[in-house]
């Protein structure tokens, strides 16, 4: 497994600036940087798991907090009726921070059933 700190924890320990939204002793939770909606926040946990196939049986409990950290987050951004989680996994699905995050987008017409193109 890749050693180096990935950008995601280099922002926790304070070397990369960040717009955080919220954070706890569990998770993170900053806007994109490059954002494909108006609301585009990333929910990464602290312990860094590269990719979700990569999440084993000691991580549920961090796993479901991101899950419920995701609703809370879009209460406080004020679109809990309209959102969409994304989680990329490799490369080829086009993940290119590894360390595991949630993208929450909102506020952008997501066409029905649009799945091969969430963003
Ligand atoms: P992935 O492509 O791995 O699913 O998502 C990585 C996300 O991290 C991208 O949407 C990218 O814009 C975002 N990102 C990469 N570097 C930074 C950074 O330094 N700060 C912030 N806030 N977001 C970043």
Redesign the pocket.
């Known amino acids: 497994m890749n050693t180096e700190p990935s950008?995601f924890e280099r922002?926790m320990a304070g070397d990369?600036p960040?717009?955080m939204v919220y954070e706890d002793d569990q998770a993170i939770v900053?806007?994109?940087?490059?954002p494909?909606a108006p609301i585009h926040l990333?929910i990464i946990p602290r312990i860094k798991i590269p990719r979700l196939v990569d999440a084993e049986q000691d991580h549920r409990e961090v796993l479901g907090h991101l899950m419920l950290l995701a609703g809370q987050m879009a209460e406080k951004m004020g679109c809990s009726d309209a959102f969409r989680l994304v989680v990329?996994n490799g490369a080829e699905a086009?993940?290119?921070?590894f360390h595991l995050?949630l993208?929450l987008l909102a506020q952008k017409r997501f066409d029905e059933g649009s799945l091969a193109s969430p963003f």
């Open positions: 950008i922002i990369i960040s717009e900053i806007r994109d940087i490059n494909q990333l990329n086009g993940q290119t921070v995050h993208h």
